[in-house]
């Protein structure tokens, strides 16, 4: 009997892995915000990634992260592109999501001030990382295999970080905690109500 109920909370579990991975790879797609030229695009998908963290854990909700990338570039491949910027959103919202987590985990009820902490950090971590991934990776690749040149935009590599990268991830990581916020402290029942029942 208890080997059924555990086999039937893990289908469960892998149910709503599936089911928010879609959800998060659609919201890859649209609506999405550009900005700085059209340059960069902020998108709303770690909102459902954080929803699938709160309602089972960290692990499931870094497999989501995962699997809506996946699922994005199979769905909309834009080449190139792709292959080099999704793993380095994938390291950046890994890192945003693990700080949330860290601040929140050992609350028994989510406070609003353990979650601004959360992504405080979160927000941080993804900027200094996005930038040293640009600097390290991105740019010399973009340069390399999608004919892409910082002189085109008028800039070079220390301008690109701190006039684009820098400001654009520091928006991001604010307006993706602002959202994540409205979108789950209205219904913190519902995540507890469904955090019972997959575990």
Do not use: C
């Amino acid at each position: 009997m208890v080997y059924i109920m555990h086999s039937v909370s893990r289908t469960r579990r892998l149910v709503v892995i599936a089911l928010l991975s879609a959800v998060a790879a659609v919201l890859m797609i649209f609506p999405t915000l550009p900005m700085f030229g059209g340059f960069m695009k902020l998108d709303f998908s770690v909102v459902i990634v954080l929803i699938g963290m709160l309602i089972m854990d960290l692990p499931s909700a870094l497999v989501i992260l995962v699997f809506r990338s996946v699922i994005k570039v199979l769905i909309m491949n834009s080449g190139v592109n792709d292959w080099i910027g999704m793993p380095m959103n994938i390291i950046a919202m890994a890192l945003f999501i693990t700080s949330i987590w860290l601040f929140t985990r050992k609350s028994p009820v989510l406070t609003l001030k353990n979650y601004i902490i959360g992504a405080t950090f979160g927000t941080v971590s993804l900027t200094i990382v996005m930038a040293f991934l640009n600097y390290v990776y991105a740019i010399p690749l973009y340069q390399k295999f999608a004919n892409f040149s910082l002189a085109s935009v008028g800039l070079n590599l220390k301008q690109w970080i701190v006039e684009m990268v820098l400001p654009f991830n520091l928006i991001q990581g604010i307006v993706l905690s602002f959202v994540t916020a409205l979108v789950i402290f209205p219904i913190l029942n519902y995540i507890k109500q469904q955090k019972v029942q997959l575990k």
